[in-house]
């Protein structure tokens, strides 16, 4: 069993800063890439940003300049740094992440979401 519990949602000004986390537990061998998305009301899930097992980046143009993702291996943990924050980043974010388990199994886990406010 693996689980994904993401974590630093909240309520947050435009222009303001939020870091959110994504802790992954279990039995865990390796947590190899880990994407950040996001779903805003009434409309689809996109990829905000994405870091490989060898901390290679990429991000949404929507995002580029303004989010960084970071991972620390030895906690099994990614952040999202979101700063300049702006209205329409307001959605449900989600971390998902391709884990090897302890018995060699590749697997795709979701987090149950944690949700970004962007309101005066």
């Known amino acids: 069993q693996v689980q994904l519990v993401e974590s630093g949602g909240g309520l947050v000004q435009p222009g303001g800063s939020l870091r959110l986390s994504c802790a992954a537990s279990?039995?865990?061998?390796?947590?190899?890439?880990v994407d950040w998305y996001r779903q805003a009301p009434g409309k689809e899930r996109e990829l905000v940003a994405g870091?490989?097992?060898?901390?290679?980046?990429n991000y949404a143009d929507s995002v580029k300049g303004r989010f960084t993702i970071s991972r620390d291996n030895a906690e099994n943990t990614v952040s999202l740094q979101m700063n300049n924050l702006k209205p329409e980043d307001t959605a449900v974010y989600y971390c998902?992440?391709?884990?090897?388990?302890?018995?060699?199994?590749?697997?795709?886990?979701w987090g149950q979401g944690t949700l970004l406010t962007v309101s005066s």
């Open positions: 870091i490989t097992s060898g901390s290679r980046t």
């Open positions: 998902k992440a391709r884990v090897l388990t302890t018995n060699l199994l590749s697997l795709e886990v």
């Open positions: 279990g039995d865990i061998f390796r947590v190899n890439a």
